[in-house]
């Protein structure tokens, strides 16, 4: 009888590591002294193109990480911006005004492109988030503002997951960055966190991913000063908004909007709407709009 119970246990263990959300959770990175998590390499996702650099938020000049020539579109998207409502009624569980405790711990590869598949950072004020709070992908690109024990004060980007053991509140973060709060021999260390709205340089950006054509497209949104809540395409004299993918992609199934006008939306309201740019695989097209800071 233990034997029939052993198979059947090793069976749905080998399912569960099928599961893509359980085998994204496990590939983990190593953070802290104590931790045991995986290298971030590990992680698979689907083949995407660079990302732009977004600029730190203590970046000494806004020009000093411009993006390459050799990444962006000739020209860049025209069209205004509608004006922002107060508050954030597209929030989820990262809202602004709201503190959120926690621990920080720290994982070498931080710079890296993590589960938000943006490309390398040009500095080590990032961060991966714990698998509530990421919520699938709506907090990749949110800046927020750490406070460690010692009365210090940082400011992060999501970029990764951080998958169990991770907790509720918990911020993963890059070595050097984890060091302005606490001595490394630590391991971890409490601290509050909170969503800010930064200066950055630069309009958003849009990608389409590997694969993209008239018939399917992936479309992403980088270089946002607010987290973004909405993606829509226009098609058939309309707005269609797209699904949102775990590695924070929206997609279009059937190639409906694919090459079409775009509607980007923050969680305040504010939407920037895009004229149609060329699908072209792998390629940042930037545009001259970004969301008003708050």
Same mark, same amino acid.
């Given at each position: 009888?233990?034997?029939?119970?052993?198979?059947?246990?090793?069976?749905?263990?080998? =399912?569960?590591?099928?599961?893509?959300?359980?085998?994204?959770?496990?590939?983990?990175?190593?953070?802290?002294?104590?931790?045991?998590?995986?290298?971030?390499?590990?992680?698979?996702?689907?083949?995407?193109?660079?990302?732009?650099?977004?600029?730190?938020?203590?970046?000494?000049?806004?020009?000093?990480?411009?993006?390459?020539?050799? *990444?962006? &579109?000739?020209?860049?998207?025209?069209?205004?911006? &509608?004006?922002?409502?107060?508050?954030?009624?597209?929030?989820?569980?990262?809202?602004?005004?709201?503190?959120?405790?926690?621990?920080?711990?720290?994982?070498?590869?931080? !710079?890296?492109?993590?589960?938000?598949?943006?490309?390398?950072?040009?500095?080590?004020?990032?961060?991966?988030?714990?698998?509530?709070?990421?919520?699938?992908?709506?907090?990749?690109?949110?800046?927020?503002?750490?406070? =460690?024990?010692?009365?210090?004060?940082?400011?992060?980007?999501?970029?990764?997951?951080?998958?169990?053991?991770?907790?509720?509140? !918990?911020?993963?973060?890059?070595?050097?960055?984890?060091?302005?709060?606490?001595?490394?021999?630590?391991?971890?260390?409490?601290? *509050?966190?909170?969503?800010?709205?930064?200066?950055?340089?630069?309009?958003?950006?849009?990608?389409?991913?590997? =694969?993209?054509?008239?018939?399917?497209?992936?479309?992403?949104?980088?270089?946002?000063?607010?987290?973004?809540?909405?993606?829509?395409?226009?098609?058939?004299?309309?707005?269609?908004?797209?699904?949102?993918?775990?590695?924070?992609?929206?997609?279009?199934?059937?190639?409906? =909007?694919?090459?079409?006008?775009?509607?980007?939306?923050?969680?305040?309201?504010?939407?920037?709407?895009?004229?149609?740019?060329?699908?072209?695989?792998?390629? *940042? !097209?930037?545009?001259?709009?970004?969301?008003?800071?708050?």
């Amino acid at each position: 009888m233990w034997q029939i119970v052993g198979v059947a246990t090793a069976v749905i263990v080998a =399912g569960l590591l099928a599961h893509p959300a359980v085998s994204a959770a496990l590939a983990a990175r190593p953070s802290g002294t104590a931790s045991t998590f995986q290298p971030a390499a590990a992680i698979s996702f689907p083949a995407a193109p660079p990302s732009p650099i977004s600029p730190s938020p203590y970046a000494t000049s806004p020009a000093a990480t411009p993006r390459s020539a050799t *990444t962006v &579109a000739a020209s860049p998207a025209q069209q205004g911006a &509608a004006a922002a409502p107060t508050g954030a009624p597209l929030a989820g569980r990262i809202k602004p005004g709201v503190a959120h405790t926690g621990v920080a711990t720290f994982y070498q590869g931080a !710079q890296n492109s993590g589960a938000c598949l943006f490309d390398r950072s040009p500095d080590h004020f990032t961060a991966a988030m714990n698998e509530k709070d990421f919520e699938g992908s709506k907090a990749c690109g949110a800046y927020v503002q750490v406070r =460690g024990s010692n009365g210090a004060t940082i400011t992060v980007r999501i970029t990764n997951l951080c998958p169990y053991p991770c907790r509720v509140g !918990q911020l993963d973060l890059d070595p050097e960055a984890y060091k302005l709060l606490a001595p490394p021999q630590t391991g971890e260390t409490p601290i *509050t966190w909170k969503l800010v709205s930064p200066a950055i340089s630069g309009g958003i950006a849009i990608r389409y991913k590997s =694969g993209s054509s008239q018939w399917w497209c992936g479309i992403q949104v980088i270089n946002h000063r607010n987290p973004v809540a909405r993606l829509e395409v226009r098609t058939a004299g309309r707005w269609k908004a797209l699904p949102r993918s775990s590695y924070n992609y929206f997609l279009s199934a059937n190639g409906a =909007g694919c090459g079409a006008d775009l509607r980007v939306t923050d969680i305040y309201g504010q939407a920037l709407v895009v004229r149609g740019l060329p699908v072209k695989a792998n390629v *940042t !097209q930037p545009t001259n709009q970004q969301f008003a800071k708050h």
